[in-house]
Nanobody, 123 residues
Framework: QVQLVESGGGLVQVGGSLRLSCAAS????????MGWFRQAPGKEREFVAC?????????YYADSVKGRFTISNDNDKNTVYLQMNSLKPEDTAVYYC???????????????WGQGTQVTVSS
């Protein structure tokens, strides 16, 4: 089993920044991929970014966040981060981190999920 706990959400003004954290525990994550997803009210859960936990790892981003968000991981702390800059009202959503065997952009490819953290961008 893998346990994931997100933190760092909150209320921020347009153009502001937030850094989300996802602390992982349980099974070793050395072969896992980590993803960030978000879900706004009335909408489906959508991909934000993903990275492989170890090794030479490309990162992938949704077009809507490219150039503004950065995913990274700290292996020593078993934590994945999502740095979010230049936030827009349309970034408002509950953000979830997820772990899966395969690096992917589809939520169904991930096996473990955190409880989510709310991000609200006010205009």
């Amino acid at each position: 089993q893998v346990q994931l706990v997100e933190s760092g959400g909150g209320l921020v003004q347009v153009g502001g920044s937030l850094r989300l954290s996802c602390a992982a525990s349980g099974r070793t994550l050395s072969h896992y991929a980590m993803g960030w997803f978000r879900q706004a009210p009335g909408k489906e859960r959508e991909f934000v970014a993903c990275i492989r936990w170890r090794g030479i790892s490309p990162t992938y981003y949704a077009d809507s966040v490219k150039g503004r968000f950065t995913i990274s991981n700290d292996n020593d702390k078993n934590t994945v981060y999502l740095q979010m800059n230049s936030l827009k009202p349309e970034d408002t959503a509950v953000y979830y981190c997820a772990a899966g065997v395969t690096i992917a952009t589809q939520p169904g490819q991930y096996d473990y999920w955190g409880q989510g953290t709310q991000v609200t961008v006010s205009s």
